[in-house]
């Protein structure tokens, strides 16, 4: 958490709220409560709760739609409509998403092991529902109800802006970015490495949580921050998070002259040869 947008103009990937014992959780819980009471803001607006980051009954799917690999159910999904294609539910991107699961979770065990981890379990008890939300600043990232609408969604769980993925641990719901396809130089729709690299980090910090490793170790959010990218490394991706202004400009096909290549050495996530851009376009203003 530290380390996200404060001080930066880069979207960051990211960001959960765990509270590892129960007085945590209660002392949390009595913090926004008290608040949401207190706390009047001038505009007279009530201060968003952790439960205003969960889909309202209208935004929520009709059908819940299950991923097999994910072992999770998207129960909101709502599209971007400048990159309407890129951003719709469709077999494509269901695919991408169930794909970047079936890797991930592959590779977990192992990841761990290498990691000197332990887990208290040998599969992930019960793992969350997913929003797919608009996370573009530059487009309707924070528009009201999007992945960054501080204001009226998440404040309470996600203090500081921008993201492109949330695991909230006490609300068991995890929110990220909505476009798993972007298209390629000739126009063809193909797996979106930016949202690849976003959905493995956020997988990490899911199973280390439901696998227990934090109720062994004890949970650190730095820790758990920097292991989330590190598994995005040793799952192959080695380029950075980008800034909206660089998703944007990879999805209208104005990407820069050098895109860093997945490593091949390692190769696990079945990432397109387009990547994001290096650390050195991560300098755009957000907003
Ligand atoms: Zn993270």
């Known amino acids: 958490m530290g380390l996200f947008c404060a001080a930066t103009t880069r979207l960051m990937s990211r960001r959960r709220i765990e509270f590892t014992t129960r007085l945590a959780r209660f002392l949390a819980t009595a913090t926004v409560a008290a608040v949401a009471f207190f706390a009047t803001p001038s505009d007279g607006r009530a201060s968003p709760t952790r439960f205003d980051a969960l889909p309202r009954a209208s935004e929520r799917l009709t059908q819940p739609v299950w ?3 994910c072992g999770m159910r998207i129960v909101e999904w709502r599209p971007t409509a400048a990159l309407r294609t890129e951003t719709t539910m469709t ?3 269901l695919k991408v998403i169930d794909d970047t699961c079936q890797n991930a979770f592959a590779h977990y065990a192992e990841f761990l092991r290498a990691r000197r981890l332990p887990r208290l379990r040998g599969e992930p008890d019960v793992l969350p529902a997913i929003s797919f939300l608009p996370g573009n600043t530059l487009l309707d990232g924070k528009t009201p109800r999007a992945l960054n609408d501080l204001p009226s969604r998440f404040e309470a769980v996600a203090p500081g802006c921008c993201y492109w993925g949330l695991y909230v641990d006490s609300l068991n719901h995890l ?6 396809l972007m298209k390629d130089d000739s126009g063809e729709l193909v797996a979106n490495p930016r949202f690849v690299r976003t959905l493995t980090h956020e997988i990490s910090h899911v199973l280390s949580s439901r696998l227990g490793v934090w109720d062994i170790v004890g949970y650190d959010r730095d820790r ?3 292991l989330a990218e590190d598994f995005v490394s040793f799952m192959g991706m080695h380029f950075p ?4 202004a660089e998703d944007l400009a990879l999805h209208r096909g104005r990407s820069p002259r050098n895109r860093p290549s997945v490593d091949s050495a390692t190769a696990r996530a079945k990432v397109p040869s387009q990547a994001p851009p290096s650390a050195s376009a991560n300098t755009s ?3």
């Open 285 to 287: 203003p957000q907003r």
């Open 67 to 69: 991923l097999p690999h």
């Open 224 to 226: 758990d921050e920097d």
């Open 91 to 93: 077999d494509q991107a």
């Open 241 to 244: 998070a980008e800034s909206s």
């Open 175 to 180: 929110f990220v970015r909505n476009d798993p």
